[in-house]
């Protein structure tokens, strides 16, 4: 897997960030207006369970636990962060902001556990700086707004 450096993801995600919506514009319907917040957790939640569906292994290495930590870190935010409550109640509890944040947490903390003796100290450093790296990457193409986007996120955190 390849990664952009560091700052360049930083200042995309930053950009992107300033304009973040709960709701992507794919969901938007065909009037240019967001569905009401039932229907687009309905399409995230679904989404999540496709994402389910598929994923036949759990985060192994260091540097894919701390990917699963900083997008369950981004998912919090787009949680915490919708102006629709319709939509944040609307969601699967597994995609809580709640559960976003605990499930970051362990994904922290399990990569802590799992460093090697063989493992320099700056090794911890470098892949988390790979894993924000790919998240605000993967984050960036959710808010966005396409379908791409959305099933990649979904995927993920599906996946972690």
Request: glycine fraction near 8%; charge should be negative.
């Amino acid at each position: 897997m390849t990664f952009r450096t560091a700052c360049a993801a930083r200042v995309l995600a930053l950009a992107i960030a300033g304009s973040a919506l709960a709701i992507p514009a794919f969901a938007q319907t065909g009037t240019g207006q967001p569905p009401d917040g039932e229907s687009s957790s309905a399409l995230h939640n679904a989404a999540y369970e496709k994402g389910l569906e598929s994923a036949f292994t759990t985060p192994e290495t260091i540097g894919e636990m701390l990917q699963c930590s900083a997008l369950w870190d981004r998912w919090a935010y787009a949680v915490e962060s919708a102006a629709d409550p319709a939509f944040t109640q609307g969601l699967r509890e597994e995609l809580s902001a709640g559960n976003a944040n605990s499930r970051k947490l362990y994904w922290q903390r399990l990569a802590r556990r799992n460093m090697g003796e063989e493992d320099s100290p700056t090794y911890y450093d470098k892949m988390q700086a790979r894993a924000e790296e790919q998240a605000d990457k993967t984050y960036a193409e959710y808010v966005a707004g396409s379908e791409r986007g959305m099933q990649s996120m979904m995927g993920w955190l599906a996946l972690c």
